[in-house]
């Protein structure tokens, strides 16, 4: 478990650095003049409600995350932001590891990742903790969190004194969670999951060709 909570920094560091992006194709979500854009993160600037829900279609079935504002104001923020332009439409749970936790959020798109690579938010102080069934953005340290979030298998509270900030609870369908494919492991250069420089330079297509197993989200909507 140890090793594991050290790479979520480590792995986390690697998203920093690089860009991520979406499913085969033209990218999704190109820029309109004067318009919300997730090519453009500077213009996904909205306050998110004080509470709101998240339906997730995955290939495993739905769920729900229930978020409070209140638990961490500038992670809600980037997430109600991200939902409503589309981002997390295709991406992959690229990073899903038995008995700690189910990690996604890189763009599969590298030209749209790469736009986020830097469009990190100030850290939260967690006022909830990373039991099972919260969610929270990954990060590589302080205010590095950018897109990536993780839900937690189990109780995972010694995430808490590392500052990983729960802004969500899993409410429905988290046996939908745990059915997510955990046959990668932990990720490269770990284990011989996928490696998160290479998902964010070569987007999904490296995904679809080496880790054909992986469960992706077929949408994410605000309710």
């Known amino acids: 478990m140890r090793a594991h909570l050290a ?3 480590v792995a986390a560091s690697l998203c920093a650095c690089r860009g991520s992006g979406d499913v085969g194709g033209a ?3 190109a820029k309109e003049a004067g ?7 500077a213009s996904l600037t909205q306050k998110a409600p004080d509470a709101f829900k998240v339906r997730f279609a995955t290939t495993k079935g739905d769920f729900v995350m229930q978020v409070r504002r209140e638990w961490s104001p500038l992670g809600a923020d980037r997430f109600f932001n991200l939902v409503s332009s589309g981002f997390y439409d295709g991406v992959k749970f690229f990073r899903v590891v038995d008995g700690f936790m189910a990690q996604f959020g890189v763009h599969g798109s590298p030209e749209i990742a790469s736009k986020w690579a830097r469009a990190s938010i100030a850290d939260d102080p967690p006022k909830q903790s990373n039991k099972r ?3 929270s953005f990954a990060m590589a340290g302080p205010r590095s969190r950018t897109t990536q979030i993780f839900i937690n298998f189990v109780d995972n509270s010694r995430l808490d004194a590392m500052g990983f900030s729960p802004f969500a609870e899993v409410t429905e369908g988290m046996d939908v969670v745990d059915k997510l494919y955990k046959g990668y492991g932990e990720g490269a250069p770990r284990g011989g999951g996928p490696s998160q420089g290479r998902i964010q330079a070569e987007g999904n297509a490296y995904l679809e060709r080496d880790f054909p197993m992986l469960d992706a989200v077929k949408s994410a909507r605000v309710e």
Not at 35 to 41: A, F, G, L, R, V
């Open 35 to 41: 318009k919300p854009s997730m090519s453009d993160p």
């Open 27 to 29: 990218p999704s979500g």
């Open 7 to 9: 790479f979520v920094l």
């Open 133 to 135: 069934g919260f969610v």
